[in-house]
């Protein structure tokens, strides 16, 4: 509750130090702090649950390690940003203002009790991401990409809206919370309601990049800076499964019949379309953007079998998803900035030619991360898979993973090229880091040796 | 306790080793390291001796899901581990004095593939279990990456995804048998199957058979092996015939009987006709090659598929003729490679058409090469013959046909060793192998031990039958 408050405030503050001098050095530190303040104040109401604005957002000490994770992610892309937007036509306050409040929206999905927050918390999260995504301006692709999102979100959070009030009009409440009318699902007009629970999926599967409703993905995940690239990946999707995890589990655990089967579908379509055309994508960015339609189908199969681990088991796939992809596209960000093609950084799959001669930190830090996707051991991506793999099974599930197994097994293949390409030799020259680069890099990458190691350190936090 | 340091000392001397840059530190570690792990691990043997349940190591590792980090020793585990302590130390041994660059770095891995091994052998959780086994390959991948020659980034791609799809189905097996029995110690596992569907018990079959058929590996699945085995560094070359491979049959004998005894009734005919299949085809291919390390690299595949189908004999012997195979094929493929890497370094040639006359030079070579040579044919006194004779006698007890069809392949064993000696070491001597000198020092000190090992057991063979006969007794469906 509180970092809602805090970073709503503190995004203002931020667009004041860029008043005078928009390249002003008191930015980055100031964000850093700021983002620190919020992560503290987050803990705030630790061990002291309950509700704020009339039952509309609820508090409970898993919510507020959810709502950590988002506020550390946050806090490492702003430190590997560090010396990125230093070009004439980069606005880096304005940049971390925004960033501020989409994480305000992200807060309120991940803790939201009424329908109406759902959708306020999506706006907020989605409107400053497409400023975002356009936010470098002299590139065509980027401003395409942002164009694309706006008005493909625009759609989606237009049909979230009307499932909302379809839901609200079949039971006349808002409230998700547990006991409520919603919850036991006491209603006037059944069709009304199931086709309510459909729209409102429908907005989130959007945002969440679930098959078939990611055909924004690809492009939006290539045009945007690769900073915003990374913010979309982690924080949007944790927040976006967290609140479906509260919509579907919370709101309408009743209809589990139900859902289950369109979860099930986007599961199936996710991991073969995410996964087979990752194979034939050149750019690395393309490949993650891929890559994350699978990883999304993956994230929903926790959803598929309900117990009383899945919160947790999907707050460690968020938490291990996120170390990973901030490694892959922080090293993408270092190499492609240091390897021009035709005057722009170059985000093929080559830019990693060489890397294991050009800097061996930076090649172990893409391994581990890249190990870390596919889900190989020593990794906590290997525990976050099994996690979701048993709470798939448990409910029978049995095809849901064999097929997740094959895919995964194909999805080595892509995820291997960057690995592959950094065996090779090249005459290009060293690459050399920042200071806070180097922390965020080796920081993620030991935290996801660790996590891999001692999956239970992270799980007893629940 | 005694199991963890075992497992731990080479893990934590190979991180150490991997940053290290000092190469005459790296060296006096690899040889300190090998020196106390195999003292260790005589220790260990006589622990065993007195009381094995002294070895067991449990941690609480995901309590919630309880599973445990629980090491323990059996009969084959010691035969294992005791395999991996000597042979990673022989392998050591002879890679300080090749000729690689960041040599530190590479004894490190080869350490770290050492723990990971051991960690496999010992593991008495399935989940330990399945973390060990893939941890193994990403030391070996690295390896053969590094220091291996342009174009190995394809090839142990391929072998990466064939060995992860593998594990994975064997991750699937192993996590519907978890939520029947809601707790990953293998033994606690080995009772769930009894109450399980036909359907579901020959799924849990399938899914680890391809697992540890992908890692040994056995027909059809050994498309990964020739170019892997042929286009690495020598030292990955090692590990992955001497050791990794011996994952695939000692799952099948830890993890296959065990867990899935239904679909292994079912099947194992089936399956031994595959492995039969791929012990003939292998030794076939291996008589045109001219390239030594690929001739090695499909002998080696033959004699896999061979152990496999003795151990899915289920009868006593051939369980016992195929664990101690594994131990004599370690032995005298590490052996056979490593002469392949000499031969090399020598003569510049890896082609059978380049070489020959070499025995008049470097007699010494010649003679025990002769030695590892036959151990891997299979002739009396040697180690080879006691495992083969075991094994063929088991599976002409299963089958005569079979039995009959295995026999040949010793004699296409034979013709295809003793071919890769004629053609290097007699005949005339050719331009690359005119000016070669005899080996020295440092590599007696690796060749002698095998020559040593290969006869020692091959002429006392009891002390190593004992240890597997007394696993063979514990296992379900034994006749």
């Known amino acids: 509750m509180y970092p809602i408050i805090v970073l709503s405030f503190t995004g203002l503050l931020t667009l004041f130090l860029g008043l005078d001098n928009p390249k002003s050095k008191t930015i980055l530190p100031g964000t850093v702090l700021f983002l620190l303040v919020a992560l503290c104040s987050n803990f705030y109401d630790w061990n002291a649950p309950g509700t704020y604005f009339n039952n509309m957002i609820e508090v409970t000490n898993s919510n507020i390690i959810v709502e950590s994770v988002i506020i550390l992610s946050a806090l490492l892309l702003v430190l590997l940003s560090s010396g990125l937007f230093e070009d004439e036509n980069a606005h880096p306050a304005e940049y971390y203002a925004l960033m501020q409040f989409s994480i305000v929206g992200a807060l309120i999905m991940a803790s939201f009790n009424s329908l109406l927050m759902l959708f306020l918390g999506l706006e907020i999260l989605s409107i400053a991401l497409y400023v975002l995504t356009g936010s470098d301006k002299t590139n065509l692709r980027g401003n395409e990409a942002s164009l694309k999102y706006f008005l493909m979100g625009s759609f989606a959070t237009g049909i979230l809206l009307f499932g909302v009030a379809m839901i609200y009009g079949a039971t006349g409440s808002f409230d998700i919370s547990a006991g409520t009318t919603l919850a036991r699902a006491a209603m006037a007009s059944k069709i009304f309601f199931y086709v309510g629970i459909v729209f409102t999926l429908i907005g989130l599967l959007f945002k969440i990049s679930g098959a078939p409703f990611h055909f924004w993905t690809a492009d939006v995940y290539q045009g945007a800076p690769t900073l915003f690239t990374a913010f979309m990946a982690t924080i949007v999707k944790t927040a976006v499964i967290f609140s479906l995890y509260r919509l579907l589990v919370n709101g309408f655990p009743y209809e589990y019949a139900f859902w289950a089967k369109i979860i099930l579908v986007v599961i199936a379509l996710s991991l073969i379309i995410g996964n087979i055309t990752a194979v034939v994508q050149d750019n690395f960015k393309r490949i993650l953007a891929f890559s994350s339609i699978s990883q999304a189908g993956f994230m929903l199969m926790a959803l598929t079998g309900i117990s009383d681990k899945t919160f947790t088991n999907l707050a460690f796939y968020s938490a291990s998803y996120t170390l990973a992809t901030i490694a892959a596209l922080g090293v993408l960000i270092v190499v492609s900035r240091n390897t021009l093609r035709d005057g722009r950084p170059n985000e093929n799959v080559d830019v990693f030619s060489g890397l294991f001669r050009r800097n061996p930190d930076l090649a172990v830090v893409l391994l581990i991360s890249m190990l870390s996707l596919s889900g190989i051991p020593l990794t906590s991506g290997f525990w976050s898979k099994f996690f979701v793999f048993t709470d798939a099974i448990g409910k029978g599930y049995l095809w849901v993973l064999v097929l997740a197994v094959v895919m995964s097994a194909l999805s080595l293949y892509y995820y291997f090229r960057p690995v592959v390409a950094a065996f090779r030799t090249t005459e290009e020259p060293a690459i050399q880091t920042g200071v806070l680069q180097k922390l965020v890099l080796y920081g993620v990458t030991l935290l996801t040796v660790l996590l891999g190691v001692a999956p239970g350190l992270f799980r007893a936090l629940f | ?479």
Not at chain 2, 33 to 59: G, K
Not at chain 2, 127 to 148: D, H, Q, S, T
Not at chain 2, 189 to 218: E, H, M, Q, T
Request: hydrophobic share 55%; proline share 4%.
């Open chain 2, 1 to 479: 306790m005694l199991t963890l340091i075992l497992f731990l000392l080479p893990l934590i001397s190979g991180i150490f080793l991997v940053w290290n840059k000092s190469n005459g530190l790296a060296k006096t570690t690899t040889v300190l390291v090998s020196l106390a792990q195999i003292a260790l691990f005589i220790y260990t043997a006589s622990v065993f001796r007195a009381d094995a349940s002294a070895l067991d190591y449990s941690l609480d590792w995901l309590s919630d899901f309880k599973v445990s980090f629980h090491l323990g020793i059996d009969g084959l585990s010691l035969v294992m581990t005791g395999l991996t302590v000597v042979i990673s130390g022989l392998i050591l041994f002879a890679t300080k004095d090749l000729s690689y660059g960041n040599i530190s770095r590479l004894l490190g891995l080869i350490l770290i593939t050492e723990a990971a091994l051991i960690g496999v052998f010992a593991a008495k959780d399935a989940f330990l279990f399945y973390f060990f086994f893939e941890l193994a390959l990403v030391p070996v991948y690295l390896m053969a990456n590094l220091w291996g020659g342009d174009g190995i980034a394809r090839i142990t791609l391929k072998m990466f995804i064939y060995t992860v799809f593998g594990s994975l189905l064997m991750l699937v097996s192993f996590v519907v048998l978890y939520l029947f029995a809601q707790t990953s110690e293998l033994a606690d596992l080995a009772k769930i199957p009894v109450n399980l569907r036909p359907g579901l018990n020959n799924l849990l079959f399938w899914g680890f058979f391809i697992a540890f058929a992908v890692k040994s590996p056995l027909f059809p699945f050994h498309g990964w092996l020739p170019d892997a085995y042929s286009k690495s560094p020598t030292p990955a070359t090692m590990l992955l015939s001497g050791l990794l491979s011996k994952m695939g049959i000692y799952g099948i004998l830890r993890i296959l009987i065990p867990l899935a005894p239904a679909g292994t009734a079912n099947f194992s005919g089936l399956v031994i006709y595959f492995c039969i299949v791929g012990l003939i085809y292998g030794s076939v291919i291996a008589i045109q090659q001219f390239h030594i390390k690929r001739l090695i690299a499909y002998s080696s595949f033959a004699h896999m598929g061979l152990m496999a189908a003795a151990a899915l004999t289920l009868s006593p012997s051939g369980i016992q003729g195929s664990v101690f195979q594994m131990v004599a094929h370690g032995f005298s493929a590490v052996g056979l490679f490593y002469v392949a890497k000499i031969i090399y370094d020598k003569t510049g040639s890896r082609s059978l058409a380049d070489l020959g006359g070499m025995s008049q030079r470097a007699p010494r070579l010649a003679v025990l090469f002769m030695i590892i040579l036959l151990g891997s044919v299979g002739l009396p006194l040697t180690n080879g013959f006691v495992g083969e004779f075991l094994m063929l006698r088991a599976i002409f007890d299963f089958q005569h046909i079979l039995g009959i069809t295995a026999v040949i392949s010793i004699i296409l064993a034979a013709v295809y060793l003793l071919r890769l000696y004629q053609k290097t070491m007699f005949g005339p001597v050719t331009s690359f192998t005119e000016n070669i000198e005899d080996i020295g020092v440092k590599e007696l000190v690796v060749l002698v031990p095998i020559a040593l090992v290969i006869i020692i057991t091959g002429v006392f063979p009891n002390c190593l039958l004992e240890l597997s006969s007394g696993f063979a007794q514990t296992l379900p469906l034994i006749k």
